[in-house]
């Protein structure tokens, strides 16, 4: 039974910084691409960033490049999203997903799905 278990989200001022993590159990970690979503209250699940298999392709929403990094250890099982100077808009429940098909950038492509942590940032 594959599970995806996030962790790190919580209340954080506007500036602040959150680590997100993301453990995954029951499938082979390393030939996953890894990607984290996001849905704010009343819109669309939304791309944050995604990592291959090897960790050696990201990819970003163009308004988180330079705040947000997204990484993985592979001995671990563990997806993570760093995110620094946050702001409100990023107030958000933050999925992470494991896909086989595709670089990760779209939704329909993750074939699992964790059950989400949220993610207040207060300005």
């Known amino acids: 039974q594959v599970q995806l278990v996030e962790s790190g989200g919580g209340l954080v001022q506007a500036g602040g910084s959150l680590r997100l993590s993301c453990a995954a159990s029951g499938l082979t970690f390393s030939s996953y691409s890894m990607g984290w979503f996001r849905q704010a209250p009343g819109k669309e699940r939304q791309f944050v960033a995604a990592i291959s298999w090897s960790g050696g392709n990201t990819y970003y929403l163009d308004s988180v490049k330079g705040r947000f990094t997204i990484s993985r250890d592979n001995a671990k099982n563990t997806v993570y999203l760093q995110m620094n100077s946050l702001k409100p808009e990023d107030t958000a429940v933050y999925y992470c997903?494991?896909?086989?098909?595709?670089?990760?950038?779209?939704?329909?492509?993750?074939?699992?799905w964790g059950q989400g942590t949220r993610v207040t940032v207060s300005s």
């Open positions: 997903g494991a896909t086989q098909r595709g670089n990760g950038l779209w939704l329909y492509e993750y074939d699992y």
